[in-house]
Structures are given as structure tokens and as C-alpha cells.
């Protein structure tokens, strides 16, 4: 199956700073990659679609110049969370699909937002 | 997308057999069901998927009934480490860029 590798698990920052989360593919190239949020106690909501060389696709609601997502390498996406506030403050997880006729989702370690 | 629905919690004890059943009533004909595991603080994980009738790998069953219309994850003989959320999701699995939506989740506390 497919690895997924997030980094960093864990990031603290001012209030008004940007940050970067990458999630590489380790395994195989992957054209699409998925980027969920999740608040503490609830489910997984999904944000944004990452569709290698091409614009990302958000869900409704979600703002797209505040959650900038890049996918410039079939290995790798990036989520940058810009001027980040505290109600930013979150567990973002990275997945993408396996590839054959299962399509599972397999899923990064996720990574800890605390804006202070 | 097909929606799902599931109890929000259930509790269990060491050694019994916990089933739990989502409900997507309007699953379409390509779609599979999967369900997945999450422990806090951690991203989800793949334990069983399927199409139809019953599933079985070496950490639990799935049962679907002919109409599709909803599906029963069945652990056996749990332990105090199967305490986590499950969630079930239904979605096409050949179209790899196809997005899946997650539900509310079922959240299994097992007590000793």
C-alpha cells in the first residue's frame, strides 16, 4: 500500500504568521491528493481537492487564498495556511488514493496546528 | 456522494464482538464501501472494504445486504486497543481522483 508522509506533525505560531505543511507520496506518483481538517471531536472534513499541475479545488466554504494549496510534483503537496488565526488552530491530514480497483484512501500522520 | 450515517458511540467490553452499521441509502452501482479506524491524534487507517455480500481479512468482517443500502463492520473478540473512532465511506474506487466524504464517525470505547 501506499506511505504517506506528513511533516511537520506538529507546528506552534504567532497569530499573522504563514505555514507550510508537506505531504509526499512515497510510494507512487499520485495526481490527486486529498487535504481534510479536523476539529477536536469531530470528523474528518475534507477541504480541498490537490490535483497535480493544475489549481486545487476547494469545498464550499473553504477560502481558497487563505489555504493555499500547491501540487507542483506528483509527490508532493503543500498546504500553506496564510496569516494564521487562532480559530486556524486544527489537525490537518493529507490522503490520497491507492492506486488498482480498491481505491482506498490512505492517509498522512497528520499535522497539529496551535496558533497562539 | 452517498451519505452515510452511523451511531455516534457504542461501548464494549474485552472479548466481546462489537458490530457496528452505517446506513447509505443511496449508494450508487459503482460505488464500495470502506471502512477505516482512527486513533487520536493520528491520521485514518484502511481496515476493510467491499461491494457486496461479505468480507472477511484478519481484523474484521463486513456484511452487506443485497440492496447495498447499508453495511455492518463486525470486530471480533475486541480489545482495549480497538478503542477509536470508525467511519464508513462509500464512494466510486476506480475514479482515483473521485473525493470521499466523511460522516460523523462511530466512536468505540472497549472497557476491560
Known amino acids: 500500500g501506499a506511505v504517506v508522509s506528513q511533516h511537520p506533525s506538529r507546528v506552534i505560531c504567532k497569530s499573522g504568521t504563514s505555514v507550510k505543511i508537506e505531504c509526499r507520496s512515497l510510494?507512487?506518483?499520485?495526481?490527486?491528493m486529498f487535504w481534510y481538517r479536523q476539529f477536536p471531536k469531530q470528523s474528518l472534513m475534507l477541504m480541498a481537492t490537490?490535483?497535480?499541475?493544475?489549481?486545487?479545488?476547494?469545498e464550499q466554504g473553504v477560502e481558497k487564498d487563505k489555504f493555499l494549496i500547491n501540487h507542483a510534483s506528483l509527490t508532493l503537496s503543500t498546504l500553506t495556511v496564510t496569516s494564521a488565526h487562532p480559530e486556524d488552530s486544527s489537525f490537518y491530514i493529507c490522503?490520497?488514493?491507492?492506486?488498482?480497483?480498491?481505491?482506498?484512501?490512505?492517509f498522512g500522520e497528520g499535522s497539529r496546528l496551535t496558533v497562539l | 456522494l452517498a451519505k452515510t450515517t452511523q451511531p455516534i458511540s457504542m461501548d464494549s467490553y474485552e472479548g466481546q464482538e462489537v458490530n457496528i452499521t452505517c446506513s447509505h441509502n443511496n449508494i450508487a452501482t459503482n460505488d464500495y464501501i470502506t471502512w477505516y479506524q482512527q486513533f487520536p491524534s493520528q491520521g485514518p487507517r484502511f481496515i476493510i472494504q467491499?461491494?457486496?455480500t461479505k468480507v472477511t481479512n484478519e481484523v474484521a468482517s463486513l456484511f452487506i445486504p443485497a440492496d447495498r443500502k447499508s453495511s455492518t463492520l463486525s470486530l471480533p473478540r475486541v480489545s482495549l486497543s480497538d478503542t477509536a473512532v470508525y467511519y464508513c465511506l462509500v464512494g466510486d474506487a476506480a475514479n482515483q481522483g473521485g473525493k470521499l466524504i466523511f460522516g460523523q464517525g462511530t466512536e468505540l470505547s472497549v472497557k476491560p
Open positions: 510510494d507512487f506518483q499520485a495526481t490527486t
Open positions: 490522503s490520497l488514493r491507492g492506486q488498482g480497483h480498491t481505491g482506498e484512501l490512505f
Open positions: 467491499g461491494y457486496k
Open positions: 490537490s490535483n497535480e499541475g493544475s489549481k486545487a479545488t476547494y
